[in-house]
């Protein structure tokens, strides 16, 4: 079974200051994982997934398969970055698709 | 707009009755997608089809439920004598088989009074 895990339901920061949401991941073969944006009135879009390594929006997140956690950073919030972001997860087997297990979610505020 | 297209957008109903949504992909995209989020949490996967047909269900979808996608094209979701568990967001996404990234519509929100 896949499961991911998103212990902050929400995180509140000051423009300018780091932040950092956290996801955990259980999956037993070599996963592939994505963080998902929702921004207000917006519909669900993809943030960055871990296999591009890039930086979006600032944005960036590292796969720790030792400690199967998948937590994305930005040293300087912006105003902009509040919304609603999802970690996914999707199995390495074809016969899944792209099957997408989502966590809880964490909501973004950040601060003037 | 050539995004994911959902429609209704919002459905108010009554316990018991019936209700049907539809879901219209990015036009080249085979895979599409269900997924169903309540309050406070994450999309919690349905069914997919590749192309026209239905791979996988989760066990999580009771026998009220049913999609199709009869010409592989567009989608829809039948609940049929709803409960008041079934309001939520009912999300379509579509994709292509040789990308991971999902693509979603704007949802279908469902209340059941």
């Known amino acids: 079974a896949q499961r991911v895990t998103q212990p902050e339901k929400l995180l509140s920061v000051f423009k300018g200051a780091p932040v950092e949401l956290k996801c955990n991941y259980s999956?037993?073969?070599?996963?592939?994982l994505f963080w998902y944006v929702q921004y207000s009135r917006q519909r669900l879009q993809l943030l960055l997934r871990?296999?591009s390594r890039e930086s979006i929006k600032g944005f960036t997140a590292d796969l720790n398969k030792g400690e199967t956690s998948f937590h994305l950073k930005k040293p300087f919030a912006q105003e902009e970055d509040s919304a609603m972001y999802y970690c996914?997860?999707?199995?390495?087997?074809?016969?899944?698709?792209?099957?997408?297990?989502f966590g809880g979610g964490t909501r973004v505020l950040v601060k003037p | 707009d050539t995004g994911v297209s959902q429609d209704p957008r919002h459905k108010i109903t009554k316990r018991g009755q019936n209700v049907t949504f539809r879901c219209d992909p990015i036009?080249?995209?085979?895979?599409l997608y269900w997924y169903r989020q309540t309050l406070g949490q994450g999309p919690e996967f349905l069914t997919y089809?590749?192309?026209?047909?239905?791979?996988?269900k989760s066990r999580l979808l009771s026998d009220r439920f049913s999609a199709e996608r009869p010409k592989g094209s567009f989608s829809t979701l039948e609940i049929q004598r709803t409960e008041q568990g079934d309001s939520a967001m009912y999300l379509c996404?579509?994709?292509?088989?040789?990308?991971?990234?999902?693509?979603f519509g704007e949802g279908s929100r469902l209340t059941v009074l």
């Open positions: 996404a579509s994709s292509l088989a040789t990308a991971g990234e999902l693509f």
């Open positions: 999956y037993s073969g070599s996963p592939e």
């Open positions: 871990h296999i």
């Open positions: 996914a997860l999707s199995g390495m087997i074809k016969a899944a698709g792209n099957k997408l297990t």
């Open positions: 036009s080249e995209h085979n895979r």
């Open positions: 089809f590749q192309n026209e047909a239905q791979l996988e």
